[in-house]
């Protein structure tokens, strides 16, 4: 149960930031029906649950000496994955792409600390 609930959270949490992202960020395009915005969620959920800790643990060596900071990276690395593999999803220039990148690791940081002190109480 708690996979699934997970699973959940990350869907809607994906699907809040990509939301912001598209309206907030010039250059990050993201379709206008909400079907597509699912689609768009549901896969960037994918590639972070299952291909992002794949690559995080191959790169770790670089990680741990940039003392973390090359998570940026690699999250900006899934985000144009996302871009490649949806077309619903079209991020225009490399800043775009950053400013995507820090705007989603924010909101996701936000989403999953105000979660998880919740669900501790609950």
């Given at each position: 149960?708690?996979?699934?609930?997970?699973?959940?959270?990350?869907?809607?949490?994906?699907?809040?930031?990509?939301?912001?992202?598209?309206?907030f960020i010039s250059g990050f395009e993201i379709s206008d029906n909400?079907?597509?915005?699912?689609?768009?969620?549901?896969?960037?959920?994918?590639?972070?649950?299952?291909l992002k800790p794949l690559v995080k643990m191959i790169l770790s060596?670089?990680?741990?000496?940039?003392?973390?900071?090359?998570?940026?990276?690699?999250?900006?690395?899934?985000?144009?994955?996302?871009?490649?593999?949806?077309?619903?999803?079209?991020?225009?220039?490399?800043?775009?792409?950053?400013?995507?990148?820090?705007?989603?690791?924010?909101?996701?940081?936000?989403?999953?600390?105000?979660?998880?002190?919740?669900?501790?109480?609950?």
């Amino acid at each position: 149960m708690k996979f699934l609930s997970h699973f959940i959270f990350s869907f809607f949490s994906n699907f809040i930031t990509l939301l912001i992202a598209g309206n907030f960020i010039s250059g990050f395009e993201i379709s206008d029906n909400l079907a597509n915005l699912a689609v768009a969620a549901a896969i960037f959920m994918l590639i972070n649950t299952y291909l992002k800790p794949l690559v995080k643990m191959i790169l770790s060596p670089l990680v741990i000496l940039t003392i973390g900071l090359f998570t940026l990276v690699i999250n900006a690395g899934m985000l144009r994955l996302l871009d490649i593999l949806s077309e619903n999803v079209t991020i225009r220039g490399t800043e775009s792409l950053i400013y995507g990148t820090l705007l989603i690791a924010g909101v996701n940081f936000l989403l999953h600390f105000s979660a998880k002190h919740l669900f501790k109480t609950a």
